[in-house]
């Protein structure tokens, strides 16, 4: 899977490039890294365990700069990671900088929730876009209070099959309906 990481700074990043460029590699192995006047772009392949929400957090308090980090989600291809990648640079823009130290897709879609389009259900969404199976039944399982058994009635499924979708839908985008907050944010991109 292909992933990134944006690192923006309110000022030029340039002075403190070399330093969080050493902090990040010690923990993810980079194929590629670009920067411009106020962000660093670093890309890679490997599943990370870390929280990269506490690594900005200590990287702001050792430098005494702002900044903030967006850390995406998995891609399949090259080609999806930079249509994300462009799409995401956009959306950044429209967020007041102070407001969020980090950033993912569940942010981007909390913050556009009074303009969703269909550019970001698509990119959030991913390859479920048009699966209207997957669509309905996490809308069902939703609207079920978030009861599988309820759901996989009203759907005419066997419980398990409604699990396996929404492992399957999870694994995908990385919101899990089961939880409350990707359900709700998922929800609002549904209606």
């Known amino acids: 899977m292909y992933r990134y990481l944006i690192i923006e700074s309110k000022k030029s990043i340039h002075n403190d490039e070399s330093m969080i460029i050493s ?5 993810i192995d980079f194929n590629k890294k670009e920067t411009d006047h106020h962000a660093i772009y670093l890309f890679y392949t490997q599943e990370v365990d870390i ?14 700069s702002d900044l903030r980090l967006y850390a995406s989600y998995g891609f399949e291809t090259e080609h999806e990671l930079n249509v994300h990648l462009e799409f995401i640079k956009k959306r950044l823009a429209t967020i007041p900088f102070i407001k969020h130290v980090f950033l993912d897709d569940k942010v981007i879609v909390s913050e556009s929730l009074n303009t969703i389009d269909d550019n970001l259900r698509s990119f959030i969404l991913k390859k479920y876009t048009h699966d209207q199976v997957i669509l309905q039944s ?3 399982y939703l609207e079920s209070n978030q009861n599988t058994s309820v759901a996989s009635k009203k759907l005419y499924v066997h419980r398990n099959t409604l699990v396996q979708r929404l492992d399957k839908f999870n694994q995908v985008t990385g919101f899990d309906v089961r939880i409350f907050l990707d359900a709700y944010l998922i ?3 549904l209606k």
Do not use: A, Q, W
């Open 23 to 27: 902090l990040f590699s010690e923990f």
């Open 138 to 140: 996490i809308k069902i």
């Open 51 to 64: 929280s990269f929400s506490e690594v900005i957090l200590n990287i702001m308090s050792d430098t005494l």
């Open 187 to 189: 929800y609002h991109l």
